[in-house]
């Protein structure tokens, strides 16, 4: 009899279209293929966006959300959840009742507040939601630091002041077992990513700041975060590989359109062929 090939891990993502191909689902698909996984895709919403920056989002309906989940968790066996941007409440209620089913199985929660232009894509609502429902049931969340104070300070009419510390403490408080805060939005010399666990700080990565700004990115890395543990990585480990990844993407970004640049998440494809070429 011929061999069966090895089934790859397969890393479901719930997280909202993007027709540019920059963020979102796209991203997430890009990534988790990159990073040798299958992906599952669940549609939380339907955006109108480009390089430049979201125009418009249509949520989808909350039962859809669930059963398209539902239907591919019944017949196949899901290694990792990532969940990007929601879209409702509803939605939010829909996943956590949906991972509420398979406590075994990580999730890597991306917290998407505002695209990077600064468009809201997140209400006090929602991130209300978050706290309560699914942040509690979250392995690994990966907010930049403009997200964690937000996150962190909901009840605190927004106290900018709070250390990056101490929102990591809040957040775990919260239920969450660990907390990458990455550090693309602060002014320091070189982009500092720190890894808390329960007992504080588990790793801290310093990368060197690259000109321009991307669209992406944080989908990019949630992504590879997942992709490294459906891999048999610890969160450790998992995170300082899916950073490396996600620098290098970033290094070799493209600029396709009049806005953001666009990681390139299959630059090791792209290498291969010129060193085949040379």
Same mark, same amino acid.
């Given at each position: 009899?011929?061999?069966?090939?090895?089934?790859?891990?397969?890393?479901?993502?719930?997280?909202?279209?993007?027709?540019?191909?920059?963020?979102?689902?796209?991203?997430?698909?890009?990534?988790?293929?990159?990073?040798?996984?299958?992906?599952?895709?669940?549609?939380?919403?339907?955006?109108?966006?480009?390089?430049?920056?979201?125009?418009?989002?249509?949520?989808?309906?909350?039962?859809?959300?669930?059963?398209?989940?539902?239907?591919?968790?019944?017949?196949?066996?899901?290694?990792?959840?990532?969940?990007?941007?929601?879209?409702?409440?509803?939605?939010?209620?829909?996943?956590?009742?949906?991972?509420?089913?398979?406590?075994?199985?990580?999730?890597?929660?991306?917290?998407?507040?505002?695209?990077?232009?600064?468009? +809201?894509? #997140?209400?006090?609502?929602?991130?209300?939601?978050?706290?309560?429902? %699914? !942040?509690?049931? =979250?392995?690994?969340? *990966? &907010?930049?630091?403009?997200?964690?104070?937000?996150?962190?300070?909901?009840?605190?009419?927004?106290?900018?002041?709070?250390?990056?510390? +101490?929102? #990591?403490?809040?957040?775990?408080?919260?239920?969450?077992?660990?907390? %990458? !805060?990455?550090? =693309?939005?602060?002014? *320091? &010399?070189?982009?500092?990513?720190?890894?808390?666990?329960?007992?504080?700080?588990?790793?801290?990565?310093?990368?060197?700041?690259?000109?321009?700004?991307?669209?992406?990115?944080?989908?990019?890395?949630?992504?590879?975060?997942?992709?490294?543990?459906?891999?048999?990585?610890?969160?450790?480990?998992?995170?300082?590989?899916?950073?490396?990844?996600?620098?290098?993407?970033?290094?070799?970004?493209?600029?396709?359109?009049?806005?953001?640049?666009?990681?390139?998440?299959?630059?090791?494809?792209?290498?291969?062929?010129?060193?085949?070429?040379?």
């Amino acid at each position: 009899m011929p061999n069966t090939p090895e089934t790859p891990p397969i890393v479901l993502a719930f997280s909202a279209t993007d027709p540019s191909g920059g963020a979102g689902l796209q991203a997430d698909i890009l990534t988790l293929s990159s990073m040798g996984c299958h992906p599952l895709s669940v549609v939380t919403a339907i955006t109108v966006q480009d390089t430049l920056g979201v125009e418009d989002v249509m949520p989808m309906e909350a039962e859809w959300v669930a059963d398209q989940a539902r239907c591919v968790l019944e017949d196949m066996p899901v290694a990792v959840f990532k969940v990007g941007m929601i879209g409702s409440v509803e939605n939010i209620a829909a996943i956590a009742e949906v991972v509420a089913d398979y406590p075994d199985i990580p999730l890597i929660l991306d917290p998407v507040l505002a695209s990077g232009r600064g468009d +809201e894509l #997140a209400n006090d609502d929602m991130l209300t939601a978050l706290q309560e429902m %699914l !942040i509690p049931q =979250t392995t690994l969340l *990966t &907010p930049n630091s403009l997200e964690a104070r937000r996150i962190a300070a909901l009840d605190d009419d927004g106290d900018d002041e709070i250390s990056l510390a +101490e929102c #990591a403490k809040r957040i775990i408080d919260m239920g969450c077992e660990y907390v %990458l !805060i990455t550090g =693309t939005h602060e002014n *320091t &010399p070189q982009v500092v990513n720190t890894l808390y666990g329960e007992h504080g700080v588990l790793r801290s990565d310093s990368w060197q700041r690259l000109p321009g700004s991307y669209h992406g990115s944080g989908c990019t890395l949630a992504s590879a975060i997942a992709a490294a543990i459906a891999h048999g990585l610890e969160i450790p480990e998992a995170v300082k590989d899916a950073q490396e990844f996600t620098w290098q993407a970033l290094k070799t970004g493209f600029r396709p359109g009049m806005g953001q640049h666009i990681p390139d998440r299959l630059f090791w494809a792209r290498s291969e062929e010129e060193n085949g070429d040379a």
